[in-house]
């Protein structure tokens, strides 16, 4: 009786948490006479891919598909990526590997920034964007989106780097390496793993952000995905198929990422917390 | 679990005469280096120029160029807000929100957190792969997904309240014809399906935080209590939150620094920064400052106050992480 109740709850639970992801997905695949019926029907009875040909091919602007808006994303979400695990891994190596003297303040300052409220950001980085000539361009939002996602990667790495034994590389520096062999040959690879999950916490962050690139840029064939999605179908008209269409290509790829690396998140945010 | 205060070198290494030799080591601040210029021009030096702005009279994008002279105003910014009525209703919007998702998301995190720990282990999978999805889905897909569920014609919710029966329909709420209602026409709407939304996102973080946590008690505590023949509520009271307690106090202060400046959602949900009666500080910031005519100085004296108030939550949230630190 009891596990009866548990089990419901469950259930319960399982259909609040999935039921917006599974809503978006069954919509994107529905004929559009479908999605507008007045009593909805939970699976697609006809199923059909016709939203996604549509917002893959069809011009939104003139000369501009959804795919170029998709690119964007890519080549921003890439590019941060790229900087952000190059730099957070020198970081995190000198935290990981040397003590010296403002170990502790940078760890606890690395603490500190992650709580600045990037929204109250907007102004003065719009104001330095507009300095450095960078406004209206991509290069714009690497920049930014590599300042945000920095301290969380470096704290993030640091766990993975302390992690590889150090005797490894005391025993390459014995057989005569030199310090940029020992951190090329043995503690990169050890350490690719970790990169690989804090990678993908950049991407996530740089493939989700609006408000940053809904200011800096201007024309709209450099739109990213999400500021054409609000910008394209968030006003008024709601052509509901290939909104849920895009919106399910957008989604999809963080799903997958996030499920890989979710363990993380949990260790990373309540660090230490939780001891084991 | 890495710490602040564990010595990731080994005591072998402390001993290493090559480097005792070497009293400073230029190496680890050489690769700092890149790593603290970001962070110092791209965070730091912002959050002190937001501060600067907010003393400025600045209506022009050309001023933000350098074309133009800055006009020094003080604390003008700053009087117009907070001798502005309208500031009172922002500042009332923005912590009720935060206040009643902060309670929601702790409430139905902490009840799935625990579900978790009591059901079966392929239930258990299923359940938190379920509230996974949730968690993954991005905060811009998930508010359009609920906008379109909360769509006036078609939606599923409109749908749902035409399918009560009209006598009931009309002596609950006085109509019984739900197309064409508008959902988020009225602030307190509005703030409900806002908060739908926001805990949605965020209550499995805590759900999955609060199953680590309980992972790590040992089980014979609880099963001793109920053995004894404790109720789940004095169970939970009496062992779980005490043993817990730092870890719901972490996840309390997240959870209010990251309601306090919910953004994208509300942006999607309002369709833009039109939506004035429902202003929270972060888009009333953002509005202020950029839709037209923009006044940056006023939107960063507004930024400003948000960052105040949110360094005092951080204060508390900093305290506990090296409380932690210090004690495992």
């Known amino acids: 009786m009891k596990k009866v109740a548990l089990n419901g709850a469950g259930l319960l639970v399982a259909l609040f948490a999935a039921f917006p992801v599974y809503w978006m997905i069954a919509t994107s695949l529905k004929p559009s006479r479908e999605i507008f019926s007045a009593t909805p029907r939970p699976v697609p009875t006809h199923p059909t891919l016709e939203h996604y040909r549509e917002i893959l091919t069809g011009n939104l602007i003139p000369g501009v598909t959804f795919a170029d808006f998709f690119l964007n994303s890519a080549v921003v979400a890439v590019s941060t990526v790229a900087l952000s695990g190059l730099v957070a891994l020198l970081a995190a190596t000198a935290v990981a590997r040397f003590r010296f003297r403002l170990r502790t303040s940078f760890l606890i300052m690395l603490l500190v920034v992650q709580m600045i409220p990037l929204e109250a950001l907007v102004i003065p980085l719009f104001l330095m964007i507009q300095r450095l000539g960078l406004y209206n361009t991509l290069p714009s939002l690497i920049l930014t989106y590599l300042g945000f996602s920095l301290p969380f990667a470096v704290w993030m790495l640091r766990g993975f780097v302390a ?34 999950a804090t990678s993908i916490f950049s991407f996530i962050t740089a493939w989700n952000e609006l408000i940053f690139a809904l200011t800096f840029i201007n024309d709209q064939g450099r739109y990213t995905l999400p500021v054409a999605m609000t910008f394209f179908f968030g006003r008024d008209d709601t052509a509901w198929g290939p909104v849920m269409a895009a919106s399910t290509l957008f989604t999809l790829p963080v799903i997958i990422f996030f499920l890989l690396v979710q363990r993380r998140m949990v260790s990373g945010l309540v660090a230490g917390a939780v001891k084991g | 679990m890495t710490t602040l205060t564990d010595a990731p070198e080994t005591s072998a290494a402390r001993e290493n005469p090559a480097r005792r030799s070497r009293p400073v080591d230029r190496l680890p601040y050489l690769l700092l280096l890149p790593c603290l210029v970001i962070i110092g021009v791209l965070l730091l030096w912002p959050l002190g120029q937001v501060v600067t702005m907010s003393f400025y009279r600045l209506n022009n994008v050309r001023q933000l160029r350098g074309d133009r002279e800055w006009p020094w105003i003080g604390l003008e910014n700053y009087t117009q807000i907070l001798g502005d009525p309208f500031f009172l209703t922002v500042l009332r919007n923005t912590v009720l929100f935060a206040v009643a ?18 059901l079966g282990r392929k239930m258990a999978t299923f359940v938190a792969s379920c509230v996974m999805l949730a968690w993954a889905t991005p905060a811009l897909t998930g508010t ?37 209602y508008g959902w988020f026409n009225s602030p307190l709407l509005f703030f409900s399906i806002l908060t739908l939304v926001v805990v949605w996102h965020s209550f499995p973080f805590i759900a999955v935080s609060v199953l680590a ?11 001793a209590a109920r053995v004894d023949g404790a109720s789940a509520w004095r169970v939970f009271w009496r062992i779980t939150f005490p043993l817990l ?35 929270m500080l972060s888009i009333y910031s953002y509005a202020e400052a950029f839709s037209p005519p923009p006044k940056y100085g006023l939107g960063a004296a507004i930024a400003v106050i948000l960052t105040a108030i949110l360094l005092v939550v951080t204060g508390f949230y900093v305290r506990m992480v090296l409380r932690q630190e210090d004690e495992s």
């Open chain 1, 163 to 196: 992690a590889v034994p150090k005797e490894l590389e005391e025993a390459a520096a014995i057989d005569g390496a030199s310090r940029a062999q020992t951190f090329r040959r043995i503690l990169f690879p050890l350490v690719a793993p970790g990169l690989v």
């Open chain 2, 101 to 118: 998702n902060v309670a929601l998301t702790m409430i139905l995190g902490t009840l799935v957190g625990l579900l978790l720990n009591r």
């Open chain 2, 144 to 180: 359009i997904v609920w906008k379109w569920i909360f769509d006036d014609t078609s939606g599923l919710v409109t749908w749902l309240f035409n399918a009560l029966p009209d006598g009931l329909s009309q002596a609950l709420f006085g109509r019984s014809d739900w197309t064409g």
């Open chain 2, 213 to 223: 946590g309980l992972k790590s008690v040992p089980s014979e505590l609880h099963e």
């Open chain 2, 245 to 279: 307690r730092p870890v719901f106090g972490i996840l309390i202060v997240l959870s209010t620094i990251w309601d306090f400046k919910v953004f994208t959602q509300q942006f999607v949900l309002a369709g833009g920064t039109q939506d004035r009666p429902t202003f």
